[in-house]
């Protein structure tokens, strides 16, 4: 039997990103996961791969940047080799203008990004147009931009599991530590460290609109998703007592994606979903060094931007771990 290499702890998207990463490069890597793959978090329904506003940048959004821009290849790959459609697309997205300050700033973050996005993206603001997919604004104007991208999040994550088998690893619930040791576990890891999890409720809507922007209207990601459903999410709760339950939040996250955008009004939900993501004391992921486990590492605290980050955590982690080469961010570091 051939000796493993990694062993990451954690069948969501970021261990097992580290594990493809480290794959990739001809390392053999072991995922070991009780509960099975994108069991927590990254089981949900949104899949927003939404970028940080293009202001006051700093070593987190451009870590995020770089991600996003490697999320094209990045995915294709994780296809090609699994066999399976991830849902990506990089179709942009649209978020209304409520007032001429609002307008204002979307009009400033357009100048910063032509600098701090390369080339790579744009972020303009632009009349409301005609078509149906289109949010209503109070101001006629919405900001649209090319980065975000959308992922479908389970088959994402368990395309990412196949993936790693096909380049000879393992993902297995139960099986021996060897090799480099890397905690990935979500919620239950972060607490470990001193960090936390938010509760997130979503809902999965009957409703085509494949192929459009996505939307952020009232603090609420819209995601149109390939198979003819849209995501709507979701809450952000400090404070939970049925951390996998939905409730009347998840209501009134549905009640107010209803008035900002009343196409959606009839649309049947087929699915609630709710579930805890895991958040660092700086909301930053926590990357590198296990922070209490001698020997161990560590790559935790995705949050809300998880699958965004995935493509940069797997390469930076495999950099640490095959090479010794530490290219984290420091405010990344436990």
């Given at each position: 039997?051939?000796?493993?290499?990694?062993?990451v702890?954690?069948?969501?998207?970021?261990?097992?990103?580290?594990?493809?990463?480290?794959?990739?490069?001809?390392?053999r890597?072991?995922?070991?996961?009780?509960?099975?793959?994108?069991?927590?978090?990254?089981?949900?329904?949104?899949?927003?791969?939404?970028?940080?506003?293009p202001?006051?940048?700093?070593?987190?959004?451009?870590?995020?940047?770089?991600?996003l821009?490697?999320?094209?290849?990045?995915?294709?790959?994780?296809?090609?080799?699994?066999?399976?459609?991830?849902?990506?697309?990089r179709?942009?997205?649209l978020?209304?203008?409520?007032?001429?300050?609002?307008?204002?700033?979307?009009?400033?973050?357009?100048?910063?990004?032509?600098?701090?996005?390369?080339?790579?993206a744009?972020?303009?603001?632009?009349?409301?147009?005609?078509?149906?997919?289109?949010?209503p604004?109070?101001?006629?104007?919405?900001?649209?931009?090319?980065l975000?991208?959308?992922?479908?999040?389970?088959?994402?994550?368990?395309?990412?599991?196949?993936?790693?088998?096909?380049?000879?690893?393992e993902?297995?619930?139960?099986?021996?530590?060897?090799?480099?040791?890397?905690?990935?576990?979500?919620?239950?890891?972060?607490?470990d460290?001193?960090?936390?999890?938010?509760?997130?409720?979503?809902?999965l809507?009957?409703?085509?609109?494949?192929?459009?922007?996505?939307?952020?209207?009232d603090a609420?990601h819209?995601?149109?998703?390939?198979?003819?459903?849209?995501?709507?999410?979701?809450?952000?709760?400090?404070e939970f007592?049925?951390?996998?339950?939905?409730?009347?939040?998840?209501?009134?996250?549905?009640?107010?994606?209803?008035?900002?955008?009343?196409?959606?009004?009839?649309?049947?939900?087929i699915?609630?979903w709710a579930?805890?993501?895991?958040?660092?004391?700086?909301?930053?992921?926590?990357l590198?060094?296990?922070p209490?486990?001698?020997?161990?590492?560590?790559?935790?605290?995705?949050?809300?931007?998880?699958f965004?980050?995935?493509?940069?955590?797997?390469?930076?982690?495999?950099d640490?771990?095959?090479?010794?080469r530490d290219?984290?961010p420091?405010?990344?570091?436990?």
């Open positions: 039997m051939a000796t493993i290499d990694v062993t702890m954690g069948a969501g998207v970021f261990g097992l990103s580290v594990a493809y990463a480290c794959a990739l490069r001809g390392a890597a072991r995922v070991i996961d009780p509960h099975g793959v994108a069991a927590g978090a990254s089981g949900g329904l949104v899949g927003a791969l939404a970028p940080h506003v202001e006051n940048w700093n070593p987190k959004k451009a870590f995020q940047f770089e991600s821009v490697m999320a094209t290849g990045f995915w294709e790959k994780v296809s090609e080799l699994s066999g399976v459609d991830v849902g990506y697309i179709s942009g997205r978020q209304p203008l409520a007032d001429d300050r609002a307008v204002q700033l979307a009009q400033d973050r357009a100048a910063t990004a032509q600098e701090l996005w390369q080339g790579q744009i972020w303009q603001v632009v009349p409301v147009g005609t078509e149906q997919w289109m949010p604004s109070p101001t006629g104007l919405v900001v649209h931009d090319t975000s991208a959308l992922i479908h999040p389970r088959r994402a994550t368990r395309a990412l599991a196949d993936a790693v088998i096909a380049l000879g690893g993902v297995v619930r139960t099986g021996e530590q060897a090799g480099k040791l890397v905690w990935a576990t979500g919620w239950a890891g972060m607490q460290i001193g960090g936390n999890g938010v509760k997130g409720q979503a809902a809507l009957r409703y085509d609109a494949a192929g459009q922007p996505q939307l952020f209207v609420l819209i995601i149109p998703h390939g198979d003819g459903t849209v995501a709507v999410g979701s809450t952000s709760e400090r007592d049925a951390p996998y339950a939905t409730d009347a939040a998840l209501d009134d996250v549905l009640e107010r994606a209803h008035a900002a955008f009343p196409v959606l009004g009839g649309a049947e939900v699915e609630r579930g805890v993501r895991a958040r660092s004391k700086s909301r930053a992921p926590v590198g060094h296990h209490t486990q001698d020997g161990a590492f560590i790559a935790n605290g995705g949050f809300k931007i998880g965004g980050m995935a493509p940069k955590v797997g390469e930076v982690m495999a640490l771990l095959l090479d010794g290219t984290i420091e405010g990344f570091r436990a």
